[in-house]
C-alpha cells in the first residue's frame, strides 16, 4: 500500500483513459500518458524511462509483425495483437498507480477526460503511419524492384507463348507439335527457370518477392513437366500418361491459385 499523497491539485490518466488512448495509438501512446501522470506527482525520471520503453516496445512490436510470414499473420484477428499489449498496458498502470488512483478518486479530484485520451492516441497512430509509411519508403530498394519487374515481364512473355501449345494441340499434327514442343515450349519453361534463379540473386530483394519466387519455381517446374510428358505422349502415341498430365494440371491450378 503506497503511503497517502497530495493530489489534490493533480489531474491524471485514469488506467481506463490510458487503456483506451494504448489501443488506438499503441504503446508510444501509453508512455506518453504515464509520462504525463509521472510528472505530475514530480517522478520525471520514472516517466521518461515509461516513454523510452513504450518506444524500444513499438519497435520491437513492429519488427515481431513484419518478421511473422504474411500467410500467417493473415490468419491473426486484427483485434488480437492491440488487445493484447492494450490489456498489459492497464495491468502495469493499475498495479503502479492504483492506489494513488483510488485515493485520488475517493477524494473526487479530477482526472482527465477519456476523450482526450482518445485524441492523444489518434495523434500518436497519425505519428507511428507517417513514421511507418517514411521507414517502408527509404527502405525499399526500388532499383532491385525494377529488375525484377523487367525479369518478371519476360517470365510472363515466355509463358504466354508457350501455352498456345494447347490451342495446337487438336489440330497440330505429331511433327509440328514435337517441334513446337522441342523447339519453343520446352525451352521457355527452362528459360523461366533460369529467369527465377536470376531473381534470386538480386540484391535487397523484399521479402515477399522472395516468397513469390519460391511459388513461381515450383509453378515453372509444373509446366515442365507436363510438357515433358506431353512430348512423351505424342511421341509414343499414347494415352498412359493421361492420368498423370490430369494430376499435374490440379497441382498447376493450385499452384495458380497461392500466386493470385
Not at 13 to 41: C, D, M, Q, V, W
Not at 140 to 146: L, Q, R, V, Y
Request: proline share 2%; aromatic share 12%; net charge negative.
Amino acid at each position: 500500500m503506497q503511503k497517502e499523497i497530495n493530489t489534490k491539485d493533480i489531474t491524471f490518466y485514469s488506467h481506463k483513459a490510458i487503456g483506451i488512448a494504448t489501443f488506438i495509438g499503441g504503446p508510444i501512446a501509453a508512455g506518453y500518458l504515464i509520462r504525463e501522470n509521472y510528472k505530475a506527482l514530480d517522478e520525471t525520471q520514472k516517466g521518461n524511462n515509461a516513454l523510452i520503453i513504450s518506444i524500444v516496445a513499438t519497435i520491437a512490436l513492429f519488427a515481431l509483425i513484419f518478421s511473422i510470414p504474411e500467410h500467417i499473420i493473415e490468419k491473426v484477428p486484427k483485434m488480437i495483437i492491440p488487445t493484447i499489449y492494450t490489456g498489459f498496458t492497464v495491468f502495469w498502470v493499475e498495479r503502479n498507480f492504483g492506489d494513488i488512483f483510488k485515493q485520488h478518486e475517493e477524494h473526487k479530484y479530477n482526472f482527465f477526460s477519456r476523450w482526450r485520451a482518445a485524441g492523444i492516441g489518434i495523434l500518436s497512430l497519425i505519428v507511428l503511419g507517417i513514421g511507418l509509411f517514411g521507414a517502408i519508403y527509404l527502405s525499399t530498394d526500388f532499383e532491385a524492384e525494377n529488375l525484377y519487374d523487367t525479369k518478371i515481364e519476360q517470365f510472363v512473355k515466355n509463358e504466354e507463348e508457350s501455352l498456345v501449345f494447347y490451342d495446337h494441340i487438336e489440330t497440330g499434327n505429331r511433327f509440328s507439335l514435337i517441334a513446337e514442343l522441342n523447339e519453343k515450349v520446352i525451352p521457355k519453361w527452362e528459360e523461366n527457370i533460369e529467369i527465377i534463379k536470376q531473381t534470386d540473386t538480386i540484391k535487397n530483394l523484399p521479402r515477399e518477392f522472395i516468397e513469390q519466387n519460391k511459388k513461381l519455381m515450383r509453378y515453372c517446374e509444373l509446366r515442365l513437366e507436363v510438357f515433358e510428358l506431353f512430348k512423351k505422349t505424342i511421341n509414343e502415341d499414347t494415352d498412359k500418361y493421361t492420368a498423370q498430365i490430369s494430376f499435374l494440371h490440379a497441382q498447376i491450378d493450385e499452384q495458380l491459385k497461392l500466386l493470385n
